[in-house]
C-alpha cells in the first residue's frame, strides 16, 4: 500500500541554518507529492507541491524535488527564521486519499 | 479566496450532550474532507464528500455523523462521544477528489474537549 515515511524529529537549528527535512514515500504509480505546514494552535497550510517526477516545487524559500529513482521528496531551505518554528508533514495522494507522514517538529533559536 | 473556514474554534461537550461542528468553503470545490488529528501526530481522514456525496467513510464510528446540506458546507453531527474523541477536528477541501494534483485546503480546525 501507499505510506510516508519521514525523518523523526524533533529538529533543532540555529536561526540562518539550512534545513533538510527527509521523506520517502512506497506507491503504485505516479502519485502527486505535497509539503504542509501546521503552525502551533492552527490547521494544515501546503507548502509546496510537485506533480510528477523531477518537478521541483517552491513556496517562501522552501524547496523539493520528486525523486522518481529514490521515491523521495525532501524538504530543504537555505537559511530558516524563528518564525519557520512548526510542524512539517509530508503528504502524497494516494489512489482514493491522501496519505500523511508522522510530521517532523522545526525548532528555530534566535 | 482560498479559505475554508470553521466553527465553533473551540468546544468542550459532556459525553450525553449533542453538537455539531460546521466548515464552509467558497472556492468552488466539489470535494470535502473531515479529519481527526490527535496530539503530536498526522490528521487521521474520517470522510470525504465528492459532489454532495458521501464518498468514504474510514469506519468511523457512528456517534459521528457528517452532513454536506451543499457544496460549501460541511457539518459533523456528535452525540454521545468519549473522552478519547477529544482531539483536533479538521476540515479540508479539494477542486475534485479524482483531480490529480489536486491540493487540500484545511481550515483553522475546531478544538474539542469531551468530559
Known amino acids: 500500500g ?11 537549528l540555529s ?3 539550512f534545513l533538510t527535512i527527509n521523506c520517502t514515500y512506497t506507491a503504485t504509480g505516479y502519485p502527486s507529492l ?7 494552535g492552527e490547521g494544515l497550510q501546503l507548502l509546496l507541491k510537485a506533480t510528477k517526477a523531477d518537478d521541483k516545487g517552491s513556496n517562501k524559500g522552501f524547496e523539493a524535488t520528486y525523486r522518481k529513482e ?6 530543504e531551505k537555505g537559511s530558516v527564521q524563528v518564525s519557520d518554528s512548526a510542524v512539517y508533514f ?21 | 479566496d ?26 468552488g470545490h466539489r470535494a470535502m474532507y473531515w479529519y481527526k488529528q490527535k496530539a503530536k501526530k498526522p490528521p487521521e481522514l474520517m470522510f470525504v464528500y465528492s459532489y454532495e456525496k458521501l464518498s468514504i467513510n474510514e469506519s468511523v464510528p457512528s456517534r459521528f455523523s457528517p452532513e454536506c446540506p451543499n457544496s460549501s458546507l460541511l457539518n459533523l453531527h456528535l452525540h454521545a462521544l468519549q ?24 481550515g483553522p480546525g475546531t478544538r474539542l474537549t469531551v468530559t
Open chain 1, 70 to 75: 529514490t521515491t523521495s521528496f525532501h524538504l
Open chain 1, 90 to 110: 509530508c503528504a502524497l495522494r494516494g489512489t482514493y486519499k491522501y496519505i500523511f507522514g508522522t510530521g517532523t517538529r522545526l525548532k528555530v533559536l534566535a
Open chain 1, 34 to 40: 505535497f509539503w504542509y505546514v501546521q503552525y502551533p
Open chain 2, 83 to 106: 473522552p478519547e474523541d477529544s482531539a483536533l477536528y479538521l476540515c479540508a477541501s479539494s477542486q475534485d477528489r479524482w483531480l490529480a494534483g489536486a491540493e487540500q485546503y484545511f
Open chain 2, 2 to 27: 482560498t479559505e475554508v473556514t470553521q466553527t465553533p474554534k473551540h468546544l468542550v461537550m459532556g459525553m450525553t450532550n449533542k453538537k455539531s461542528l460546521k466548515c464552509e468553503q467558497h472556492m
Open chain 1, 2 to 12: 501507499n505510506s510516508v515515511t519521514q525523518m523523526e524529529g524533533p529538529v533543532t
Open chain 1, 15 to 17: 536561526e540562518e541554518a
